[in-house]
């Protein structure tokens, strides 16, 4: 019994940060079928396609195909779709008829560039989406070109996240009024709002527009990364004072022989005297060391590896549900935990039934699945 147990989702297959909101809500209790075109099916054997009821196959061009899925939704809660703006009108299954047949949907739309500005039709990659909201811009050092970090902070992060944010303000907002909404998810929008620490810094004059010279984007030699003597890296984040004095004499360094912590014109020797200690050992030996010390540093793991850590074997962060290492459920429910379901789950017509759709048509359509 997961904390959305009862909420019914219908998910018209997208790539990227759409099946990702699929299974953010099918960890947490909701009953999640994904609708997919004819030989689609591919996403469900990854690990965002788990805890779904499973997937229909099915041609939405055709219209008796079309209003079986509107039958479906009309007995649903949330209905998510990552097509460009434009698309789900075009094949009869846009907000305006979805919310004719059931007032109280949560209509989901998850997008780069959102549903409406001059670059709304256009394609996209998390790339893009960072990088004309100005994210992109900070994950470079000094005199070099910034570099993607993954696809996390526009697919992921300002996407999935925000969208699925979305759903659950909406559906709670349906509870008390009885009226469903459109939920626009853009992931230049949610991308920007990430980034509302550093503009609040910008704002105090304490953030610089050139990256790589702050606190926080490897300006500060106490706030980087460091290669080891086998060519692996530790992570160093010593932001306080506190912190700061575990890590000088975890690195054997003396604080009355170094400039002081927040000379900005002593960042560079601060910086080369710690990269020469911290070349002398390698990173095990160094996360050793410090593993006793609240001193902020940490070894830089490989995914393989920080399945392996004591402190995520300890809270179980990576299960295998089906077989396959993946991340757990987040954030952990105590009364009502989410739960990796597997990939392997298979649509049915009684499970369309229940859904409300006629006996007949529940099983013509689950065939076509």
């Excluded at 590896?305 to 952990?332: K, Y």
Aim: proline share 7%; charged share 20%; net charge negative.
């Amino acid at each position: 019994m997961g904390a959305l147990d009862g909420v019914k989702v219908v998910e018209l297959a997208g790539i990227g940060p759409g099946p990702f909101v699929g299974m953010m809500l099918a960890d947490a209790g909701a009953g999640v079928i994904r609708v997919d075109r004819p030989g689609g099916a591919s996403m469900p054997s990854m690990v965002v396609g788990r805890g779904r009821l499973g997937t229909l196959e099915v041609d939405l061009k055709d219209p008796a195909v079309r209003d079986s899925v509107l039958r479906l939704i009309a007995g649903a809660d949330v209905l998510v779709e990552g097509f460009r703006p434009g698309v789900a009108e075009r094949l009869g299954l846009g907000p305006d008829v979805c919310l004719e047949h059931n007032p109280a949907l949560v209509y989901a739309r998850m997008t780069g560039w959102g549903q409406h500005g001059p670059l709304a039709p256009r394609a996209g990659h998390d790339i893009n989406y960072i990088s004309i909201s100005g994210v992109l811009h900070s994950f470079a050092r000094t005199g070099e070109r910034p570099v993607p970090p993954l696809n996390l902070v526009g697919d992921y992060g300002g996407g999935a996240m925000f969208c699925a944010f979305g759903i659950l303000a909406a559906l709670l907002a349906a509870r008390t009024s009885g009226r469903g909404q459109v939920v626009d998810a853009a992931m230049t929008d949610g991308s920007a709002l990430l980034s509302a620490f550093i503009h609040g810094m910008r704002g105090l004059g304490g953030w610089a527009e050139q990256p790589g010279g702050n606190l926080l984007d490897t300006g500060a030699p106490f706030y980087d990364v460091y290669t080891t003597a086998d060519g692996r890296h530790l992570a160093v984040g010593a932001i306080e004072p506190q912190f700061y004095a575990l890590l000088l004499a975890g690195l054997g360094l003396a604080e009355e022989e170094l400039p002081a912590q927040m000379d900005r014109a002593g960042w560079p020797i601060l910086r080369e005297r710690f990269a020469a200690v911290i070349a002398g050992r390698t990173r095990d030996e160094w996360a050793a060391l410090f593993e006793p010390l609240d001193a902020c540093v940490t070894p830089v793991l490989t995914w393989e590896e920080a399945a392996e850590h004591p402190h995520n074997r300890a809270r179980e962060t990576f299960v295998q549900p089906d077989g396959t290492l993946q991340p757990a459920p987040a954030p952990r429910l105590s009364e009502t935990p989410s739960t990796a379901g597997d990939t392997t789950s298979r649509i049915d017509a009684a499970l369309l039934e229940s859904w409300g759709l006629p006996s007949e048509e529940a099983a013509k359509l689950a065939q076509g699945s």
